[in-house]
Nanobody, 119 residues
Framework: QVQLVESGGGLVQPGGSLRLSCAASGSIFAIDNMGWYRQAPGKQRELVAIINSPGRTNYLDSGKGRFTISRDNGKNAVYLQMSSLKPEDTAVYYC?????????????WGQGTQVTVSS
């Protein structure tokens, strides 16, 4: 059984920073893409940032220059450093990984961590 466990969410003032962490555990053969999605109330889930195994990244336009995604392949972990946070960044943030427990790749999600940007 594979699990993705997130940490690092919370309440932050506008202009502040947060770092989200996510670690995959269980029987893991290989991990392809890892990333972060978010879902605000009444809105669809959207991609925030994604990183592939070699380290190539892609970001939501509104996060470019403010968010940095990184990963530690040795720890099966992915991180999201968020700075200059805005109230519109408020959402539940979900960790994502496309991984294989044996040889078949499938999508896996964390339980979500709340990020609230408010004064």
């Amino acid at each position: 059984q594979v699990q993705l466990v997130e940490s690092g969410g919370g309440l932050v003032q506008p202009g502040g920073s947060l770092r989200l962490s996510c670690a995959a555990s269980g029987s893991i053969f290989a991990i392809d893409n890892m990333g972060w999605y978010r879902q605000a109330p009444g809105k669809q889930r959207e991609l925030v940032a994604i990183i592939n195994s070699p380290g190539r990244t892609n970001y939501l336009d509104s996060g470019k220059g403010r968010f940095t995604i990184s990963r530690d392949n040795g720890k099966n972990a992915v991180y999201l450093q968020m700075s200059s946070l805005k109230p519109e960044d408020t959402a539940v943030y979900y960790c994502y990984a496309r991984l294989a427990a044996t040889t078949h790749f499938s999508d896996h999600w964390g339980q979500g961590t709340q990020v609230t940007v408010s004064s």
